[in-house]
C-alpha cells in the first residue's frame, strides 16, 4: 500500500491544467455525487476553482486541495482526443 502524496503535489498538478476542460466528480454526503463538466479556473493557496458549464448561468464552485487528497472530489481532465484522464489522483507515484 503507498502512502498518500502530499498536499503540494496535488496543488502543482492542478497548477499545471488552469485553464483546461475537467470533469468534477465530487461526493457530497449520504449517496449525493454529483457530476459536472468546467473549466479549471484558478489555483490558491489553499483552495482551487472551477467555472462549471450549466445552461441557466454561469456558476464557481470552489474545493480545497484536501477533498483531493481524500478523495471526496476527483477530477479528470480531457486531452486533445476528449478522452480523459484522471488528474491528482492520490496513490499516484510521484514523477
Do not use: C, H, W
Request: zero cysteines; a neutral charge; hydrophobic letters at 40%.
Amino acid at each position: 500500500m503507498s502512502s498518500p502524496r502530499p498536499i503540494s503535489d496535488i496543488k502543482k498538478d492542478l497548477e499545471f491544467f488552469v485553464g483546461s476542460k475537467i470533469r468534477l466528480k465530487a461526493n457530497r454526503g449520504r449517496n449525493r455525487i454529483i457530476e459536472r463538466v468546467g473549466v479549471l479556473e484558478s489555483t490558491y493557496p489553499n483552495i482551487f476553482v472551477v467555472k462549471l458549464d450549466e445552461r441557466k448561468a454561469e456558476r464557481r464552485v470552489s474545493y480545497s486541495y484536501a477533498d483531493v487528497l481524500t478523495e471526496t472530489v476527483e477530477l479528470f481532465v480531457y486531452d486533445i482526443q476528449d478522452s480523459e484522464i484522471r488528474i491528482a489522483s492520490v496513490n499516484e507515484a510521484a514523477e
